[in-house]
């Protein structure tokens, strides 16, 4: 049998959407189920494992209760995936990597509290015009303030989130793939960073059900 193979996966691993449409016509519970499917062989016959931080797969089987994922399926998901709870005092991670963190976090910041200050002025100066034209106040809200936050909020997460760690589960995954020695699996920008930042070999929720029919297809 094969050295055993370790991947820790993020909820994104399952849900993400390319995902979908390559595995099962953008049907999550049937995605899901194949890729399952593909775990549960590569266990058996690869020796590997795929394993989640318990907070993580909370959020995945929460994301698919809402979607109302078939019971055998999420049977399957307890029987093939392995939590376990990152050794989060004893693994090492460089302190050059919390600086790192630590600079890119307040650099983010900043760029929102510059794209506050834009909203703020252009929405301003927008609703002070449409004043001098006889515009009403309930007229204003709808075609300026309205659009004004949509459009803050979008570019706000963007500069905020996009590319970096922002959840106790993304966190969890890199702490228990840097224990494990093992890869991580997702299709979040933030952990394929942080992954690559930590030397963690990292795949694309997309390549991994490609990765195991390879490698399944040699042994069978």
């Not at 990152?86 to 630590?102: A, G």
């Not at 706000?156 to 890869?183: F, H, I, Q, W």
Request: net charge neutral; glycine share 4%.
């Amino acid at each position: 049998m094969p050295a055993k193979q370790r991947f820790v996966l993020d909820t994104t691993a399952f849900t993400d959407n390319q995902l979908r449409d390559e595995l099962a016509d953008d049907d999550l519970a049937n995605a899901v189920d194949v890729l399952l499917d593909l775990i549960a062989r590569s266990r058996i016959k690869l020796n590997m494992s795929c394993h989640m931080p318990p907070v993580t797969y909370k959020e995945f089987s929460d994301y698919m209760s809402r979607y109302e994922c078939p019971a055998e399926i999420m049977v399957k998901a307890e029987t093939w995936i392995v939590k376990k709870t990152p050794n989060r005092y004893d693994t090492k991670i460089p302190s050059e990597i919390f600086f790192e963190y630590v600079h890119d976090m307040r650099e983010r910041m900043n760029k929102g509290m510059r794209i506050s200050e834009t909203a703020l002025w252009e929405a301003s100066i927008e609703s002070m015009v449409m004043t001098t034209r006889g515009k009403k106040k309930i007229e204003i809200e709808a075609e300026v303030i309205g659009k004004a936050i949509k459009d803050f909020r979008k570019k706000y997460r963007a500069a905020l989130r996009r590319g970096t760690l922002d959840s106790a589960p993304d966190l969890d995954v890199l702490l228990l793939a840097k224990e494990l020695g093992a890869g991580v699996v997702a299709a979040d920008e933030g952990i394929k960073v942080w992954s690559e930042r930590l030397g963690l070999r990292f795949l694309s929720a997309k390549s991994f059900p490609k990765m195991l029919k390879e490698y399944l297809k040699y042994y069978e």
